[in-house]
Structure formats: C-alpha cells, structure tokens
C-alpha cells in the first residue's frame, strides 16, 4: 500500500536517522590525529626538508599512458569469427527442396525444369535446361552439391571479400561454446570454395554439366563463417578496461625528496600522488574543529555507512520495512565502531582486535553471509578512514576478519560449528598478518602474535554471539536455524501432544516435511524452516483430530452424520485452532505462518460439491467452504502448500509408478496456478518446475515396488476408501 507523502517522508527518516547517528558516534568516539601534509613542491624548486612517505601509497598512470597501454592490449585481440549452422542447414535444405520440386514436377520436360529453375531464381541456358531435366544427371548433380557442401561450408566458408579486408594474422573460429584459433590463410574463403567446386564435379567431361553445377553451387552458397564485432569489440573493451592504474608503488619510509636537493619531475609525480593519497584519506582536515573539519568526515561516513542502508532499501527490503531489524543492524555497527574506537585509544597497534567478527557473526546468523558481508567491509571501511589508523593495517584486518566470520558461519546448527569459525577466523587473520608481514619486514613472531591475538577475538566474538542471540532473536523477530532446531524437537509439548493425539496427522506432518525440505534445498530456500513449518502447520487437528480421514478408523466417519456446511467449519477451524495454539505457545511468526497459508483461500472442494448435491436449490455461500487464508507469501509456505496437495492425494491413487506420479503433480500444481494461490509467493516458474521434479524423486523412492507376500505369510491387503481432507 502506497503511504501519503508526510508518512513516507517520516517512514523514511525514521531509517535514515540511524546513518546520521553512526557517522556522529563515529566522530565522537575516535580520537584526533594531526597529520603533516607533504607541501606540493613544483619540479626545478629546491626542497627546503626532507619528504618521506608516511605510508605505502600508489603512483597512478597518466591518461595519456593509459589510452595508449589500453590500445596496446586491445590491439593484440583476435578477431571473432562465429560459425553458422544455420547458414549450413539452409544451404542444404534449400537445395534439396529445388531438386524435390523438379523430381516432383508432373512434367519433365526441359521447358517445365527451366520454368521451376527460375522461380527459385536460377537462370539457366537452355543447354543447361536440358542437362538438368535428365533425371540422372540431376541426382548426381544434387548428390556432388551435397558433398561439396559437407567438405567446404560445414568447416567454415567466408563471404566474398571479407578475408581480403582482414589484417590480422590469425581468427578466433567459435562454434558453439568452443574457441579455436587458426592462421587467416586456413580460413577458406569464397574464391577457395569456388575452387573446391571442381573436386566434387559430377560430370566434368560435359561442358552443360560443368556450368550448371558451378550455378548452383554460387545460386545455393551461405557463408558459414560471419565476423562477429560485437563480441570482438567487447573482448577489446575488456583488456582496455583491464589496464591497471597504478604505474608503481612507493613504500612508506622512502625518501621522496632530500632537503636542499632540486625536485624532479619523478619527485613532483609522487608528490602529487602522495596529497591526492592524504586527500582520500582525509588526512587534510587533520585536528580542525571549524564548519569544514566536523561536517567533512560526518559527511564521508555516512556517505559511507549509507550504502548499506540503499542495499537495504533496494535489495533486503524486508529487513527496511522493520523498525528493529534496521535498529539491530546499527546496533551492531555501532558496536564496531565503539570497539574500534576503544581499541584505537589503548593499542592502536593492534587494529586485529576491532570486534568485526562479532558483529559478522551476529548478522550472517539473523540475516545472511550477503548483509553480513556488506556491512562487514562498510564497517571496515568506516573504521580505516578514520585518521589514527592511517598509519596502521586496520582495514586490512578488519576486511580479513569481518569477511571471514560472515563467510564462515554460513550455517550454524550446533555449538561445534562456532569453534570451526573461531579456527577459521583465526586463520584469516594469520593469512592477513603473513600478506601484511612480508610486505613490512615483520617478524615471525610478530606474525603469529597478531594471528593468535585475531583468534583471541574470534574466541570473544564467537561467545557474544551465542551469548546475545536470543536476545536478537526476540528483539527483531527473527527466527534463526537454532531456534529452528529446537523447535524440531519431538518431545516439545506440542509435537508431543500432535503425535499422541492425532498421529495420523503426525505421519503426515512427517512426510511432508521430508518432500518440503529436499524441494526448499534443491531451489536454495530455507530447508530447515521449511522441515519445521510442517512440523507445525496442522497442529490445530488436535482440537478435532477424529474429523480428518488421516486419523479416522475405517468405516468411522463422523462426516457422515454432518451437514456439509457444519463438516466444512470443522475442518476450517483447524486453521484457527492452529494459529491459537501457535500464539499459546509463542511459536515465531515465520513458522506459524505456515498454518494458515499452506491452504491459502481454496476451496474445501469435497463438502463443497456435497453441500450443492443437497442444496435442493438453495444458495450457498462459497465463502462458508473456503479457508480463511493468507495465500503463501514465502517460498517455503508455497511449497508446503503443493507438498500437503501432493500428499495427500497421492495416497489414493493405486500401483503408483514414475509416470503417474508426475502426472498428479503436475495436475495439482497446475490447479494451484490456475487457481492463483501462488501469485502473493516469491516463487519462478522455473523454482516450481525444480520442485516438482524434486517430488517425483522423492515420491518414487518411498512408493517404490515391494514383494507381494502371499496372505499366509502374513501379508496385508490394504484398501483405500476416499475421505475428506482438510
């Protein structure tokens, strides 16, 4: 629903207010650091002091130097030939069906060939008319033109002229997916090709003949072999977009220039290089308080940090609409940037205790390893523009164990998992310590004490985590894997009461949740939450468990001593029993909105058309035989929806084989789009066709063929009679 325009602005602010406040705590928090900026000293002046590098910068390239490397490289491409079947297959088809319209004439007469010839645009002598209405000598000429095709243009023939214009040495021939490269003089161009006419010649000793089939070999012709600019172009563009920038590297502590020596023009690069560098980094405000000083890097952090929120906004627009959701996700920046700050003011030397992991870790179990990961090389960037890490590795360490903690955890399911990530951070942090330590002459010590101070941190991450995420959880709502897992457990109350109540409902729930899980996993959906949801999504048959047929008794049901409409709001109440229970036992929304939506708003179909058998003409309100709703809105609640159809009906069919089993499932899934029940779910067509394929699978191999043992051994004949099924 769209909101006015004042609540928007304030729907927006309210969000956008949290930039605002991280960039202040973020200039509040750190200390200042005066930083001396190089003077920009012109080439030919004599410098009054020395000028040393305060840290490892780059010297970029000129555009001048640029353009031309670029043009360098994109001249070494080679051209892109495509080679093209289509040509081929017409080529062929349309020269068989010439000959098949001659064959197929009634009249074979020279003046009726010569009439078809020229309504395919051949022109032919009158000589030639009448070699080419001889049956056999047409045959053969058909069968060399046929030949000469597969020898010439299935390997690759140009068009006329397009070799003369090529300069280059040597093509790219791509066929399909496949790229050979081959000298431009074995590239067989149209004049090779009228050459090769003569070795397939069907009649050479016939003058008629010889003009003839070299008509129809030019007439029929198709170049196979096209150049393709585009594609060559874009390769160029890719080797000039490929150049580095960077002409060389200055180490910190080298001696740009020496007092009292003339500066050079090597000099005055790097001295321009350098102010650019200290620019960038912000170093020019150094301990300003004035307008300039503050709003600069308020400015620059939440330029920053706002990229974050414009993901969100775009890209996770679930986590935007919720207050708390962004409210944690600053929360936890914040956290950063207070962690960061505490570390810059008692061991700035140690940046590899910033507390990124912590703050990776909390978001990749809440949200995921991409929100997590975003906001990890935000938060770093943010803590690295700060001016006392400028001299530091802090970004880099940072980066190393933010990233690594938000791809590390990617699922966690038991307590076992965070000591992988505490050894896996830990190592990110000693690989970034040896590319750092190498490049600075540390010692092996120094690189191994940085790297067990980083799993230190990992450690102290890892046990925050375990620590606050509850509080998390039940702060934003989020329903993570471990509160998933718990869920799953059996002797939980409700389960517990499901399996002894209504345990035909229970081996329902069981069932669906196997096909569920392998479906949600095979499309990249939430298995887990998926599994528990139909743990969970019939849980109100406990109310009533005797009115549905999974738990009924064979002859016993107490449906037919019902009204329709009285049985069809039993079995709707069990949607509202559900979502009772569910809120009695604070189940999280994303698990109890499987109660509702798995039925969506269909049809009870079965007392529907028995209410219309006894109407004896009164009218009927659809409404009283229709479940309540949602439709699905997740992926996962719309293939439990097709999960419970499949289910359920797949129990009455007898002698099920692969086939008839697809046959259902596309039928119900077919019924549930055409019935529109999947159109509020963020679901493709081609997720559903997955699904589908995954439930076959999966069907088969539980329905698969048993021994049939005969009756004295014990063995059971079992019928089926067809009830309801809510």
């Known amino acids: 629903m769209q909101l006015p325009s004042k609540e928007r602005v304030r729907y927006h602010a309210e969000r956008w207010a949290w930039v605002a406040g991280l960039a202040l705590l973020a200039y509040l928090a750190f200390p200042s650091s ?22 490892t910068f780059s010297v970029n390239k000129t555009d001048q130097e640029l353009v031309r490397e670029a043009e360098e490289l994109a001249s070494t491409v080679k051209p892109i030939y495509e080679f093209q079947q289509r040509a081929l297959d017409s080529a062929m ?52 033109l046929a030949t000469l095709f597969d020898r010439t243009l299935a390997l690759g023939v140009t068009a006329p002229g397009v070799l003369q214009v090529e300069q280059s040495p040597e093509l790219i021939i791509r066929r399909r997916s496949s790229e050979t490269a081959v000298p431009r003089d074995q590239v067989q161009s149209y004049a090779q090709y009228l050459a090769r006419v003569r070795d397939t010649h069907p009649d050479k000793g016939s003058v008629a003949g010889d003009a003839v089939y070299v008509r129809l070999a030019g007439h029929f012709f198709r170049p196979t072999l096209v150049p393709n600019g585009v594609a060559t172009e874009r390769r160029r563009d890719e080797l000039r977009r490929s150049v580095d920038q960077t002409k060389y590297v200055v180490r910190a502590g080298e001696r740009i220039v020496g007092a009292h020596e003339v500066v050079t023009s090597e000099a005055r690069e790097r001295l321009v290089a350098l102010q650019q560098e200290l620019l960038r980094r912000g170093a020019a405000t150094a301990t300003s308080h004035s ?36 409210a944690l996700v600053a929360c936890l920046l914040a956290a950063s940037i207070l962690g960061a700050a505490a570390i810059a003011r008692w061991v700035p030397q140690h940046p590899e205790l910033i507390p990124l992991p912590f703050t990776a870790m909390m978001l990749t179990v809440l949200f995921n390893g991409r929100v997590s990961l ?16 400028h001299d530091t590795p802090a970004l880099f360490f940072c980066v190393a164990g933010g990233v690594t903690a938000a791809l590390s955890i990617r699922v966690l399911r038991r307590r076992s998992h965070l000591m992988v990530v505490v050894l896996l951070v830990g190592a990110g942090y000693l690989v970034g310590a040896v590319a750092i330590g190498l490049s600075s002459a540390w010692s092996a010590g120094e690189l ?3 790297a067990l101070w980083g799993t230190v941190n990992g450690l102290v991450s890892a046990g925050l985590t375990l620590l606050l995420l509850p509080v998390a959880e039940s702060l934003t709502h989020i329903t993570t894997d471990l509160t998933l897992l718990e869920l799953s457990d059996p002797s939980r109350p409700l389960l517990r009461r499901l399996s002894l109540e209504a345990p035909g409902t229970y081996a329902h729930s069981i069932a669906m949740a196997n096909l569920v899980e392998a479906a949600c996993n095979r499309i990249g959906a939430n298995g887990l939450l998926g599994r528990v949801g139909c743990y969970y999504h019939d849980v109100g048959k406990v109310k009533n468990p005797q009115f549905f047929v999974e738990n009924q008794t064979r002859g016993n049901n107490p449906h037919d001593r019902l009204d329709p409409r009285a049985s069809a709001q039993i079995i709707k109440a069990h949607v509202t029993d559900g979502l009772a229970l569910a809120a ?62 499949v289910e359920a009906a797949l ?3 007898e002698d099920l084989t692969p086939e008839k089993i697809e046959e259902a499932i596309s039928h119900i899934v077919r019924n549930k789009l055409n019935q529109g029940q999947l159109d509020d779910a963020p679901i493709t067509l081609g997720q559903i066709h997955q699904v589908k394929a995954e439930f076959v699978r999966s069907i088969a191999g539980m329905y698969h063929n048993r021994i049939d043992y005969p009756e004295s051994s014990g063995g059971i004949s079992a019928t089926w009679q067809p009830a309801s099924k809510a």
């Open 651 to 653: 129990r009455v069919l």
């Open 374 to 389: 975003t906001a990890a090389m935000i938060a770093s960037l943010v803590v690295g523009l700060q001016p006392v890490f």
């Open 34 to 55: 005066a930083i001396d900026v190089a003077p920009l000293l012109e080439a030919g002046t004599v410098a009054d002091r020395d000028v040393v590098a305060p840290f």
């Open 93 to 144: 088809s349309t020269m068989h069906i010439f000959f098949a319209a001659i064959d197929a004439a009634a009249d074979q007469s020279p003046a009726a060939t010569g009439r078809i010839a020229r309504q395919y645009g051949v022109s032919l002598t009158p000589d030639e008319v009448r070699y080419l209405a001889n049956a056999r000598k047409r045959h053969k000429v058909e069968a060399a």
């Open 291 to 326: 307008a300039r000083g503050i709003l600069g890097p308020l400015l620059r952090d939440s330029l920053v940090i706002g990229i974050l929120w414009v993901l969100m906004l775009f890209y996770r627009r679930e986590t935007y609409r919720e207050q708390r959701q962004v």
């Open 448 to 450: 191994f004490a940085r």
């Open 584 to 645: 009695e036992v604070r189940l999280p929304d994303a698990v109890a909105a499987f109660i509702p939506e798995h039925h969506g708003t269909m049809e009870i179909t079965y007392f529907l058309d028995r209410a219309r058998k006894t109407a004896s003409g009164t009218a009927l309100r659809t409404a009283d035989f229709t479940y309540p709703g949602p439709q699905p809105r997740s992926i996962e609640t719309a293939v439990t929806m097709l999960a419970d159809s």
